[in-house]
């Protein structure tokens, strides 16, 4: 009922007269909440506003009417954009309204200060209005001061600063914050440039992560704030006040010799902070940059190649796999990337270092560099080969495959070059798709038996090199992905059966689903094969290793938005289930959500030590016999899972997974003795180990193998 009302809440919105009168109460509501908040610092605005009346019902309503997005910034300690990444639905609210009316418990709201921390130290300011926000906003209005990170104090004062300073750029002066250290000449600068891009501040975020792991008392950051949006300078001004390894490019300059190391970054690239390390120690033997990405997940440029006086990014629109083939780094002609690191003087060309990833964050234009002057690339016909993609000679890489693999059984197979295809978004978001990490285990199986294999994202499922390929299989997720014109193309179903369609499976050789009874209705509903091919496990991860259970009741997932039973009934029912997931919030009580995701390298144990795991389904996928994953990880590393009841599940794992009807039904299952439910010690070890075998991911590749051979 609950899923029912909230699809129908969505549809009245996007009615003409409807939704203009739901915005409008939206942002009404919004407002008020906001207010109620006292978070606003009308000094602040005022500061940037000089000369206009502004109160603060004029501020929080210009706020709500669209300078959220703008940059509109009420509140200093406040960065809309970090904010709306760690929250569901912020993307249409203002992150303060959707801060506010969330468990801020975890919430960071800026880089220099933590609310969590805060949180910490202050209990009541869970309850307070605002949250920890608003509690420490009015602390220091009373004259307190607050703990940055770096264990330095912020007060009035240097709020004040930050106004004038930054929001105004007025010659206010500077308070004093540098210690006698600062006099050291470096042996790291970070130069750090802002654009518009950088509204969530993640730059800022990684600023920081380095300088706490990577960083020494000689490191030195220089931000540049002139092109960032207003509520990233604000930020900015904090980190530079609370740390003082790092100033703004306006104070006083750095100074530094030959020895330091200089790491720079342009605005609209996107970098991990061990990945800005390895950069740095790198350039200790010559000029580094990273590899550069596309925000499709391909390749932007691995370096700069070079034929008649023109440079070419080399391997531009290629998967990721073709650099690193390459080995560990390669030169280049010139500098290409935003991300760079050199010693101070030198200005030779850069290497660039495939194991480290920049992905821009912007579109990156193909068109050929202008390097007069610089003779052409060693290899010369190598180089034109990778720069145009005319494949005239064969290199020392792994890009055009070739010849035959022998296998342990003593049979060869030929080396093919296969493309696997996900629904999933490029970049750090596709790390929480269990799409992305099941078409790595497919890739990382078919390269067991001799094949070479990458994986696309959604953004680059019809890249302009995929002609290149041999054979394509498309993981059928949320989101229907063409066939590319050109090679062996398989369709894999493993969700979302209910939006497929005739003319989907039309442009596929071969076409495979994750469930026996769909498989066989769907052939004869589509006149044409639909073979079944069940969802799998990875044994070289999902395996025991003897951890004994500590009798936790886990949950691990997303929320979706849905009503979801095997997670409201338990904590309905009073019990301690452990929730790791996100979008939770606002749903289930916060002391029931354990973290918002669970690293994808610590599944296995917890799925072990786990007294018993968890699972649903998409109603779809129940319905029409899509068994998921998680029973297959969960079975394999050893642990016990229980699961909503869809068809054929009882007898693919021969009565180790106990299943449920409805939320009363998993209550009752749950309030008994859980070692009643499931088979004996032996038993279910043998059924563990059958389901890594039977189901692994080597089982499913060598099956895709055998029938792309047979059709070649």
């Known amino acids: 009922m609950l899923s029912m009302l909230r699809a129908l809440w969505r549809r009245s919105r996007s009615l003409p007269v409807t939704g203009s009168l739901l915005a409008a109460a939206d942002r009404l509501w919004w407002a008020r909440t906001i207010r109620r908040a006292h978070v606003v610092d009308l000094e602040f605005l005022r500061a940037r506003h000089p000369g206009r009346r502004i109160g603060v019902r004029k501020a929080v309503r210009a706020y709500v009417r669209g300078g959220y997005r703008t940059g509109l910034v009420l509140n200093p300690l406040f960065l809309e954009g970090l904010v709306s990444a760690q929250l569901p639905d912020s993307d249409r609210v203002p992150a303060l309204y959707a ?11 800026t880089v220099a200060w933590s609310a969590p921390d805060h949180a910490r130290r202050y209990p009541d300011a869970l309850r307070a209005p605002g949250g920890p926000l608003g509690h420490a906003w009015r602390m220091l209005a009373a004259g307190a001061s607050l703990s940055m990170r770096s264990g330095s104090r912020l007060d009035r004062s240097a709020v004040r600063l930050i ?8 010659s206010a002066p500077e308070a004093p914050r540098r210690s006698d250290s600062s ?45 960032a949006p207003p509520e990233v300078r604000v930020a900015a001004r904090l980190l530079a006040l609370a740390d003082d390894r790092v100033q703004l490019l306006d104070d006083s300059t750095v100074q530094h010799e030959g020895g330091t190391v200089l790491l720079r970054r342009e605005p609209g690239a996107d970098i991990e902070a061990p990945g800005l390390a390895a950069l740095r120690d790198a350039a200790q033997l010559g000029p580094v940059e990273p590899l550069l990405l596309a925000d499709d997940g391909t390749v932007a440029s691995a370096g700069v190649v070079t034929h008649a006086g023109q440079g070419f990014p080399l391997l531009a629109s290629f998967p990721a796999e073709d650099a690193r083939a390459l080995g560990e780094s390669v030169p280049s002609a010139a500098f290409h990337a935003p991300v760079s690191a050199r010693r101070a003087g030198d200005a030779a060309p850069p290497r660039v270092l495939l194991g480290v990833d920049a992905i ?15 003779i052409d690339s060693p290899a010369p016909a190598l180089a034109r080969s990778l720069a145009f993609g ?10 055009r495959t070739s010849g035959v693999f022998d296998l342990p059984d003593g049979t060869s197979v030929p080396r093919l070059r296969w493309a696997i295809k996900t629904a999933a978004p490029a970049g750090p978001r596709g790390e929480s798709w269990g799409d992305t990490h099941f078409a790595r285990a497919l890739a990382a199986a078919l390269e067991r038996i001799g094949q070479y294999a990458a994986v696309d994202a959604r953004p680059a ?41 005739s003319d989907e499976l039309s442009g596929f050789d071969r076409v495979y689903a994750a469930s ?16 079944a091919l ?3 496990t990875d044994p070289t991860r999902f395996h025991p290793t003897g951890a004994s259970r500590d009798g936790s009741l886990v949950f691990v997932g997303t929320a979706r938005g849905l009503h979801r039973p095997a997670v409201v009934a338990p904590i309905s029912a009073g019990m301690p289930l452990k929730v790791y997931g996100p979008d939770w919030r606002g749903y289930i009580p916060a002391s029931h959500i354990i973290a918002t995701g669970i690293a994808n390298e610590d599944l296995p144990s917890r799925y072990e030590t786990a007294g018993v795991v968890l699972n649903d389904h998409w109603p779809a996928m129940r319905k029409h016999g899509f068994i998921s994953n998680r029973p297959y990880d969960v079975l394999a590393a050893g642990g016990r899972v229980i699961s909503d009841e869809v068809e054929g599940i009882a007898q693919e794992f021969e009565g180790a997974v106990p299943t449920f009807r409805n939320g009363d039904d998993l209550v009752a299952l749950l309030s008994g003795d859980p070692d009643a439910l499931f088979p004996g010690g032996e038993q279910m070890a043998r059924i563990g180990a059958l389901v890594r075998e039977r189901d692994s991911f080597d089982a499913r590749a060598r099956t895709l193998l055998n029938d792309a051979l047979s059709e070649r």
């Not at 654009?195 to 992560?209: K, Y």
């Not at 026996?516 to 073979?531: G, H, I, K, Q, T």
């Open 390 to 399: 005319t494949w005239t000679v064969q290199g020392p890489s792994i890009l």
């Open 163 to 170: 106004a004038t300073d930054v929001l105004r750029r007025s």
């Open 360 to 374: 821009m964050t912007q579109p990156v234009p193909r068109r050929p560099l202008p390097l007069p002057g610089l």
């Open 183 to 227: 006099a050291e000449v470096p042996d790291t600068v970070l130069e750090i440039g802002l654009g518009p891009g950088d509204r969530d501040g993640r730059i800022l975020t990684v600023l920081l992560a380095f300088l706490e792991r990577f960083g020494g008392s000689r490191t030195r950051a220089v931000l540049e704030v002139d092109l």
């Open 516 to 531: 026996r009874p769909w498989a066989r209705d769907a052939s004869l509903r589509f006149d044409r094969p639909v073979e």
């Open 99 to 109: 801060y506010l009316v969330s468990d801020p418990e975890r919430i960071e709201t």
């Open 461 to 501: 499922a019809q890249r302009t090199t995929a002609r290149f390929d041999d054979v394509t299989v498309v993981l059928r997720g949320p989101h229907p992905i063409a066939p590319p014109p050109t090679g062996r193309r398989m369709l894999w179903i493993i969700s979302h059966p209910d939006e497929i369609t």
């Open 534 to 536: 069940l969802q799998c």
